[in-house]
């Protein structure tokens, strides 16, 4: 007998205007000491004096020291600044360093942590706090919003509540990324692409696979970006899943709109499809064609294919990925 366990416990409130119920909600509860925790890139956005403006009647504290892939340290600060402001609650303010997982300070190592303890009691989703995102953060996060929904739909588990979810997800972020990206105040493409992100983040409770343990490893080894790094290598790894996961791609290639006549042709189209996709966001090729302060080059790949084949996500990937077949498809993606 196998018995599965489906969770999806979460209050959700969706929609433009969606922060202005956050000081009603802490109202209802008595709280009115919250530490908002945010990173350092939005801190200074309009997005978080839009948010404090409506919160006027509590007394908020902000901790935005948080950056990049953030480090176990980062949450130690955390909790001084939660301790010193004598915090009833904490708003998580994302972006993903707010609210993700975080990495040894030494090791770099990427941990999941789970508990129900950690789960938000309440989730405000406000596309109107997006629409000042700059156009490469919107193609980056919007990338991993898409990657979430594929692999998860990709994997092989079984979980079909998250595959219509992944696959709707699919559905809207196609629609919707390239004009998010081209106008950044069109706020039903914002409305879009934030529901494709929250969808993509519940298939995910499903699992990921190859695509973010290569992300994972680029952040560790080269501090890339998260989404950026799904981005560069989405295409590179589904060109190494075609075989194994044909029928699932060609499913993918219909919700986003490229199907031909054979599985075959549909599944490579949808692949096709990915790499046109990364052209018209900017998102680079290859990791070579990306010119950061710090490049990848061929001497990373042993590095990279280390933390790449300790990290559990490619675990659920449809074709297993060993050692080798790392190797290669980061050669390939460089
Ligand atoms: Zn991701």
């Given at each position: 007998m196998t018995i599965h366990r489906f969770a999806f416990p979460t209050t959700i409130h969706f929609g433009a205007g969606a922060r202005k119920l956050v000081a009603e909600h802490l109202g209802a509860l008595g709280l009115e000491r919250p530490l908002i925790v945010t990173d350092r890139g939005i801190a200074p956005l309009p997005l978080l004096a839009?948010?404090?403006a409506d919160l006027h009647q509590l007394d908020v504290a902000v901790y935005s020291d948080i950056w990049g892939n953030p480090v176990k340290s980062q949450v130690d600060n955390g909790v001084a600044a939660f301790r010193k402001h004598r915090a009833d609650s904490i708003i998580g303010l994302g972006g993903g360093a707010a609210?993700?997982?975080?990495?040894?300070?030494?090791?770099?190592?990427?941990?999941i942590?789970?508990?129900p303890m950690l789960l938000a009691k309440a989730v405000f989703a406000d596309p109107e706090l997006t629409l000042d995102l700059p156009p490469h953060i919107t193609a980056a996060t919007g990338m991993d919003a898409l990657t979430h929904n594929v692999e998860s739909y990709l994997s092989p588990a079984y979980h079909p509540l998250c595959d219509g979810i992944a696959l709707e997800g699919a559905r809207i972020a196609a629609k919707a990324l390239r004009t998010a990206v081209r106008e950044p105040h069109n706020i039903d493409a914002r409305s879009d692409m934030l529901m494709a992100s929250m969808m993509g983040a519940i298939a995910f409770q499903k699992d990921l696979g190859a695509v973010h343990s290569c992300a994972h490893a680029l952040s560790t080894i080269a501090d890339l970006h998260h989404g950026l790094a799904n981005g560069i290598m989405i295409d590179h790894v589904m060109r190494f899943n075609l075989s194994a996961a044909s029928a699932k791609m060609a499913e993918l290639a219909h919700?986003?709109?490229?199907?031909?006549h054979t599985e075959e042709a549909s599944a490579t189209a949808f692949i096709d499809w990915l790499s046109a996709l990364k052209r018209d966001l900017a998102i680079p090729a290859t990791l070579s064609a990306?010119?950061?302060k710090r490049p990848v080059t061929r001497t990373d790949i042993p590095a990279l294919v280390e933390v790449a084949i300790n990290d559990t996500c490619h675990q659920t990937n449809p074709r297993p990925c060993t050692r080798a077949d790392f190797e290669r498809i980061f050669a390939e993606a460089i």
């Amino acid at each position: 007998m196998t018995i599965h366990r489906f969770a999806f416990p979460t209050t959700i409130h969706f929609g433009a205007g969606a922060r202005k119920l956050v000081a009603e909600h802490l109202g209802a509860l008595g709280l009115e000491r919250p530490l908002i925790v945010t990173d350092r890139g939005i801190a200074p956005l309009p997005l978080l004096a839009k948010f404090l403006a409506d919160l006027h009647q509590l007394d908020v504290a902000v901790y935005s020291d948080i950056w990049g892939n953030p480090v176990k340290s980062q949450v130690d600060n955390g909790v001084a600044a939660f301790r010193k402001h004598r915090a009833d609650s904490i708003i998580g303010l994302g972006g993903g360093a707010a609210l993700g997982v975080i990495s040894d300070d030494k090791t770099h190592i990427k941990k999941i942590i789970f508990s129900p303890m950690l789960l938000a009691k309440a989730v405000f989703a406000d596309p109107e706090l997006t629409l000042d995102l700059p156009p490469h953060i919107t193609a980056a996060t919007g990338m991993d919003a898409l990657t979430h929904n594929v692999e998860s739909y990709l994997s092989p588990a079984y979980h079909p509540l998250c595959d219509g979810i992944a696959l709707e997800g699919a559905r809207i972020a196609a629609k919707a990324l390239r004009t998010a990206v081209r106008e950044p105040h069109n706020i039903d493409a914002r409305s879009d692409m934030l529901m494709a992100s929250m969808m993509g983040a519940i298939a995910f409770q499903k699992d990921l696979g190859a695509v973010h343990s290569c992300a994972h490893a680029l952040s560790t080894i080269a501090d890339l970006h998260h989404g950026l790094a799904n981005g560069i290598m989405i295409d590179h790894v589904m060109r190494f899943n075609l075989s194994a996961a044909s029928a699932k791609m060609a499913e993918l290639a219909h919700v986003v709109g490229v199907a031909k006549h054979t599985e075959e042709a549909s599944a490579t189209a949808f692949i096709d499809w990915l790499s046109a996709l990364k052209r018209d966001l900017a998102i680079p090729a290859t990791l070579s064609a990306y010119e950061a302060k710090r490049p990848v080059t061929r001497t990373d790949i042993p590095a990279l294919v280390e933390v790449a084949i300790n990290d559990t996500c490619h675990q659920t990937n449809p074709r297993p990925c060993t050692r080798a077949d790392f190797e290669r498809i980061f050669a390939e993606a460089i």
